[in-house]
């Protein structure tokens, strides 16, 4: 694809900002075969973006930075959202540790707003989950993050694990039932069905889901089944962006 025929575009966009070693062929390929309605294109430099024509910045929804851009967030983030305010700026990283050292670095100088993560050291489902919910608006930060940002003002932010999510509050009362296998959630799905769902939301494997909620993998799995059976999606990933559209939906100042 040339650079003048993604600056035309009218589709809804996500521009990766990195080298192909960060952000290869590979993986925007199968970011388009997944999403094929997104426009994904990979840039060299924030700078680059930045300069770029695009006749609808409105329509980026998501940018993707390279962990090596972190240093430069500061002064970057806010040029970004200021161009593209419909966007959700997410920094990518495949080792937790640096990026975390860099976070308390920063956080010393000021409050790290309107910042999400992905992790690329994920597997593809889970990975393309986290894609789309960035996609959608959503600011996740990882577990493994939270105490690097913990007390900071972010807006909309999606932890994990040690906090309760905007996709959690959207079923919390079903989620406390005393007896979630016997009552059943919206949707025909019972509280069980909720809590494994919730966790497949959040990007999370089979196996962490088991630890989690007490169950085996094959229990894991055979929800995970009757939850897409139930809501006549083809598989997991479609199963997450449902129960964030219903969250989003609950949400809303009725």
Known sequence: MQENEYRRTDKISCYFVGNSHDFSDT???????????IEFCRLASVEELLELSICRPDRVRSIILNQSMAVGLKTELPMLLERFSNATVALSYRQSKPIRTILNEMRTSGPLLNLAFLPMNRDVDCWLTLLQLLICGEKYVPSELYDAVEGQTLQGVVPCEKHTTPLQTA?????????????????????REMQVLTCVAEGKQNKIIANRLGLSEHTVKLHIHHVISKLGVNNRTEAAVWFLEQSKMEMRPR
């Open 27 to 37: 993986l925007l390929t199968l970011a388009r075969t997944k999403f094929d309605n």
């Open 171 to 191: 079923v919390q009362d079903s989620l406390s039932l005393p007896d979630p296998a016997l009552k059943v959630a919206k949707s025909d799905l019972t509280c």
